[in-house]
């Protein structure tokens, strides 16, 4: 990554503007309606709500702490983003969220594609198997970034059929 790219992702236009992004590949990936507001609109409700700059300044304080960084969390998981639907916090207290609205996760065999065991939540299969709590790469195997963690396939079970 440039250092420009760097630069920009750290102002708070860049923040918004990955938030916007990711905010679309998440609705994408759980087959929600994508938000009806563009990122201009995301970036000017953003300057309205105090907490905003708050959070932001923390971060930037921070040295960009990955657990710092302001979130935009949806308050009801079963909705898509909207504006009414969203709220400002920390990634960490967004993560700490997941405990309150769990995300159902499949541990997959990666040889015949046979669900094996059943989890509430990423944190829960976290637990169950001592991966670092927040750190493990669960997450990114079940959003297909990742093919799999530690010899193990996962996927959200809302996810539908997704070829291993």
Not at 35 to 55: G, H, N, V
Not at 87 to 107: F, Q
Not at 149 to 157: D, P, V
Request: proline letters at 4%.
């Amino acid at each position: 990554m440039n250092s420009c790219t760097t630069i920009y992702k750290h102002t708070q236009e860049g923040l918004v503007a990955k938030i916007h992004s990711d905010q679309r590949r998440n609705s994408r990936r759980r087959g929600h309606e994508l938000s009806q507001y563009d990122i201009y609109t995301l970036r000017e409700w953003a300057k309205k709500q105090p907490i905003f700059y708050m959070l932001y300044d923390i971060w930037v304080a921070s040295g960009y702490n990955r657990w710092s960084r302001p979130s935009f969390n949806r308050k009801n998981n079963n909705l898509p983003y909207s504006l009414n639907n969203i709220e400002i916090m920390t990634a960490y207290e967004n993560l700490k969220l997941e405990g309150n609205n769990p995300k159902p996760i499949y541990r997959i065999d990666m040889n015949n594609g046979t669900i094996l065991e059943s989890f509430e939540s990423i944190i829960s299969a976290e637990k169950k198997y001592g991966y670092p709590i927040g750190k493990s790469k669960i997450s990114l195997v079940c959003i297909g970034k990742r093919k799999s963690y530690k010899g193990n396939f996962w996927k959200f079970q809302n996810q539908g059929d997704m070829p291993l």
